[in-house]
């Protein structure tokens, strides 16, 4: 299995619910990545997990709560988002558990979320 | 922090040329340079990646070319065809990752 996945492809949700994005990866990738992307724009970092242990946070909203329940799942919760957290959020993985470390990062299809 | 700068943002050119996309990067400690091909609703895929320790790599009609004194990285796409067309994002990694802004290639027929 060479793909990362992610769930849902779409979501739609109000700026009181709770929700949360699904990420999977079977190729034993130690390092995986959350990115936000808006439209015609590049991919923004957002949280790197190592070893299933958070290593990097971008200063990003705590309205955005990653977890990392084991080596191949990676969830972003969501609470209380802006409609301006609109965007395309993208999974990342790469194999060695170093992020960043030269090694390929393998992307997921994405949910695109609207926040009304 | 790395700060990247990716020109053109739009590149249009006939089927067959060759096509060059420049990036600069502000951190001389940055060590890794990836560049990702992106179709319209599709996700990031890398499609070649050069390591500071390296001038040039090649892979068929992809190539990348790195200035260290420079700070700045080329990619070359050489006999474009349609299925090219798409946005390219460089990156340039030390400790995280920084894209580009991208840029947007068309390949007419």
């Known amino acids: 299995d060479t793909e990362v996945t992610q769930t849902p492809k779409h979501l739609v949700m109000g700026m009181t619910n709770k929700k949360s994005l699904k990420c999977e990866q079977h190729?034993?990738?130690?390092?995986m990545y959350w990115y936000k992307q808006k439209a015609k724009k590049p991919p923004e970092l957002m949280f790197v997990?190592?070893?299933?242990?958070?290593?990097i946070n971008e200063s990003v909203p705590s309205r955005f709560s990653p977890e990392c329940p084991n080596s191949s799942l990676l969830n972003l919760h969501l609470h209380a988002l802006q409609p301006e957290d609109s965007a395309l959020y993208l999974c990342?993985?790469?194999?060695?558990?170093?992020?960043?470390?030269?090694?390929?990062?393998?992307f997921g299809p994405g949910t695109r979320l609207t926040v009304t | 922090g790395e700060n990247v700068e990716q020109h053109p943002s739009t590149l249009s050119v006939q089927e067959g040329d060759s096509a060059v996309i420049k990036c600069t990067y502000s951190d001389s400690a940055s060590n890794y340079f990836p560049w990702y091909k992106q179709e319209l609703g599709k996700r990031p895929q890398l499609i070649i990646d050069i390591r500071s320790n390296v001038g040039e790599k090649k892979d068929q009609r992809i190539a990348v070319t790195l200035n260290k004194t420079a700070k700045h990285f080329s990619l070359h796409i050489t006999e474009t065809q349609p299925e090219d067309s798409a946005v390219y994002f460089c990156?340039?990694?030390?400790?995280?990752?920084?894209f580009g802004a991208g840029t947007r290639l068309t390949v007419k027929p």
């Open positions: 997990y190592s070893y299933e242990k958070l290593s």
């Open positions: 190729m034993g990738h130690r390092a």
């Open positions: 990156a340039a990694s030390r400790n995280d990752m920084r």
């Open positions: 990342a993985s790469s194999q060695d558990g170093t992020p960043f470390s030269f090694s390929e990062q393998y």
